[in-house]
């Protein structure tokens, strides 16, 4: 069974910075792995990616810059190191495992396994 586990969110002030983790438990091939991010009456969007073997990566454009996605395949765990923090990073963000390309459409319907998100709040 896959489990996958978020870790890292916090309150932060603005220009702050943070790092999520996200480690994946139960997997038995490489997977695409993203984050998402959801805020308060909003839908969910994804923020970054990264192939199955860590060639690619794609960021959205709220983030190009100031986040950056990394993974360490030996240990199945998801990095997402958050530098410039805005209040409008507030959100909760979500980790996710599945067969999806990594490219410029978010495809979120191809991500099959979910963590259960981790908060973050920038306060200004």
């Known amino acids: 069974q896959v489990q996958v586990v978020e870790s890292g969110g916090g309150l932060v002030q603005a220009g702050g910075s943070l790092r999520l983790s996200c480690t994946a438990s139960?997997?038995?091939?490489?997977?695409?792995m993203g984050w998402f991010r959801q805020a308060p009456g909003k839908e969910r969007e994804r923020v970054s990616c990264?192939?199955?073997?860590?060639?690619?990566?794609y960021y959205a454009d709220s983030v190009k810059g100031r986040f950056t996605i990394s993974r360490d395949s030996a240990k199945n765990t998801l990095y997402l190191q958050m530098n410039s923090l805005k209040p409008d990073d507030t959100a909760i963000y979500y980790c996710?495992?599945?067969?999806?390309?990594?490219?410029?459409?978010?495809?979120?319907?191809?991500?099959?396994?979910w963590g259960q998100g981790t908060q973050v709040t920038v306060s200004s």
């Open positions: 996710a495992a599945g067969l999806a390309a990594c490219d410029s459409n978010p495809r979120i319907d191809e991500y099959e396994y």
């Open positions: 139960g997997l038995t091939f490489a997977l695409a």
């Open positions: 990264i192939s199955r073997y860590g060639l690619s990566t």
